[in-house]
């Protein structure tokens, strides 16, 4: 167990729709990131917040959004939702730079 | 930018036989390099990293690997592997300072071990 913690775990919608996936890092990362992993694209980086603010952008479409709270706990946006965003999507949490802890995922299937 | 190869997409090896998963990476920046392992329906975990210092680095199941600056190679190693080994081992890097610091993951190879 990481002690990084997504909800939910599975989450199925249609084309169209929106969908809020949460993260909570462990206790005590200020950094938050967001992985997407499909078959076609692999791992990829999306976003990364720390301590509030965004710090770093990836491959995120505009269609996506996240943010951080004050609690520091982050959740990732997904709006007008295409057959082709269905894939697995990762949060990971860090203190410093080197060593990023991953959440267990949620595994998004749109129809 | 960075990027990062995984040469092999499948690797089969014998039951107790070593192993060697290749990656090589590119960057115009130094860089922090990393080996996750991924089991089925499960997250990511660390099996080791390079931030600096020794270039010899050895991680967590009696994985190491080496970086090597000169071929700009990080190749992760075991001398015996075990059925339980088997899963996708994914190669990442990472700018190092600054802390901006997604990662950049390569394909991933996937290691079946043979009984």
């Known amino acids: 167990d990481s002690g990084v913690t997504q909800t939910p775990k599975h989450l199925i919608t249609a084309t169209g729709q929106r969908v809020t996936l949460r993260c909570s890092p462990r206790s005590g990362d200020l950094s938050v990131y967001w992985y997407q992993q499909s078959l076609d694209q692999g791992l990829q980086f999306l976003i990364q917040?720390?301590?509030?603010?965004?710090?770093a952008k990836g491959n995120i479409l505009e269609r996506f959004s996240a943010q951080q709270f004050p609690d520091l706990h982050s959740e990732l946006n997904l709006s007008s939702l295409e057959l082709g965003d269905s894939a697995l999507y990762f949060c990971?949490?860090?203190?410093?730079?080197?060593?990023?802890?991953f959440g267990p995922g949620t595994r998004l299937t749109v129809l | 930018a960075q990027s990062v190869t995984q040469l092999d997409s499948q690797v089969p090896v014998f039951e107790e036989a070593p192993v060697e998963l290749r990656c090589n990476y590119s960057s115009s920046v130094s860089v922090y390099l990393f080996w996750y392992v991924q089991y089925p329906n499960q997250g990511l975990q660390l099996l080791l990293k390079y931030l600096s210092g020794s270039t010899l680095v050895k991680g967590i199941n009696g994985f190491e690997a080496e970086f090597n600056k000169s071929q700009t190679s990080f190749h992760l190693r075991k001398p015996s592997v075990h059925i339980s080994d088997t899963a996708e081992y994914f190669c990442a890097v990472s700018e190092s300072g600054g802390g901006a610091d997604g990662l950049t993951f390569g394909k991933g190879t996937h290691l079946i071990i043979q009984p």
């Open positions: 917040y720390y301590n509030g603010e965004e710090r």
């Open positions: 990971a949490s860090s203190v410093t730079s080197g060593e990023q802890f």
